[in-house]
């Protein structure tokens, strides 16, 4: 059997740019996102890069733990899963002290909420077989302190706290744990912006990186990856 990764919010941005790299390489593909045309047209892509790849995608909502368990229990009867991208994540700008109500909850539930309740679902069978990397996508907004941040940003740095962590408990198992931290990438949370392209890195950059960084001997693990794009932060 060949292995197996699970992306979250797979269909657009850096998720489907991961996706797309992985079914490349003969990994089967398991992911996930609100729109079901969506999962769909994927499906199609991927299976039209290499038709020998097993496909699964499940219609989910992750802010409901109810749906990212589903997802998880689907998952794990699919098949043995060799690397797990928390990829999912809602961004609305917003000060602290003035964004909508709701905003904070919103986030912290789709951005971080759902990536500790897959960890803890899918951990188990890594930890049995000794292997396995987990990668979350966190961003530089989880680093660095910007205006109009606001509760992505809280969510962001508590991703990266959460992934420190996980690193730390998964040494004695053999399970490789990396942050990536990008910058500003082209993807539809960019749409309407003024900027040209270029000035943005694109969404295949991270899913290569995301690939190098798998693909180290066992010897060795890429803790955490900051990639910006070339003239800086936007």
Not at 13 to 29: H, Q, V
Not at 152 to 160: C, D, E, F
Not at 162 to 172: I, N
Request: glycine share 8%; with cysteine; hydrophobic share 40%.
């Amino acid at each position: 059997m060949g292995k197996c990764i699970l992306v979250t919010g797979g269909t657009k941005g850096i998720g489907r740019a991961i996706c797309l790299r992985f079914a490349k390489e003969g990994f089967d593909i398991i992911t996930c996102a609100r729109n079901a045309d969506d999962l769909q047209t994927l499906e199609k892509e991927l299976q039209a890069i290499n038709s020998d790849v097993r496909v699964l995608t499940v219609q989910a909502d992750l802010s409901k733990k109810e749906e990212v368990m589903n997802l998880a229990q689907k998952a794990n009867e699919f098949s043995k899963i060799d690397v797990l991208v928390n990829n999912t994540g809602v961004f609305l700008p917003g000060a602290i002290h003035e964004e909508p109500e709701g905003n904070f909850e919103l986030m912290m539930e789709t951005n971080l909420y759902s990536a500790y309740y897959l960890v803890r679902a899918i951990l188990p069978q890594m930890m049995e077989s000794k292997s396995g990397h987990v990668f979350s996508m966190g961003s530089i907004a989880g680093t660095t302190a910007y205006p109009n941040g606001g509760s992505y940003a809280i969510s962001k740095w508590a991703m990266l706290g959460m992934t420190k962590c996980l690193r730390e408990e998964m040494k004695p198992f053999g399970i490789k744990v990396t942050s990536i931290l990008p910058g500003a990438t082209f993807t539809a949370s960019w749409e309407g912006v003024d900027l040209p392209i270029e000035r943005f890195m694109k969404a295949e950059d991270v899913a290569d990186t995301v690939w190098a960084a798998y693909n180290l001997s066992p010897a060795s693990v890429v803790e955490e990856i900051t990639i910006r794009p070339q003239l800086g932060d936007i």
